[in-house]
Structures are given as C-alpha cells and as structure tokens.
C-alpha cells in the first residue's frame, strides 16, 4: 500500500520541479540582459575609483533601495558624472565587492 501512495504523490513532485525549473528559465534577469538600476549619484572619488549612488532596488543581488559606495573599474566612468545627476547604471558582485559596470544618463520624463 505504500508503495502506491509514494507513487500517487510523485507526479505533484514532478511538476512542482518543473515549474521552478520553467520560472527560473524566463527570469527577467537573465545572464544576458543586465539589470539597469535608476539612481541618483551624490558623490564622486576619482582617485579611489569609487562613486556614492541613492539607488532603487537591485534585484540581481537581492539590495533594497539605499545609498552606498560603490566601485567602479575604469576612471572613464567618472570623469563625466555630475553630482546630483540621474543615471541608470548595472553592477556585479566581484570577489564580494559590488562594481558599477556600466553608467548612462536617465531619460527624464516630461
């Protein structure tokens, strides 16, 4: 008899697996498309490569919306940003350090 139960349960197992399997495949956040946060940059230290952001929610490396340093790879990056300006920017977790990898002006809306 409890053979049968154990195989009776099993196809609801099957599906459970599945359908986590299908919602992690569509993710909105795939490897391929970089999660573009809205932020607004307060401040910029060019000499340690870093820049303070007032971000939103980062959902690719489960962050609430607050304000923090982050590090950035290239001087490039900074050199044209304004304190108080809106940016959209993408970001990975490096080694345990969060890096700003690409920045772009925000689109204000009229």
Known sequence: MTQFIARARTPFFIRVFFLALLIGISSPLSADEPEWVAAEVRKIDLENLRVTLRHGEIKSVNMSPMTMVFGVRDVSMLE??????AILFTVVRDQGRLIVTQMKPAQREN
């Not at 044209?80 to 300006?85: A, Q, S």
């Open 80 to 85: 044209t940003l304004k304190i108080g300006e």
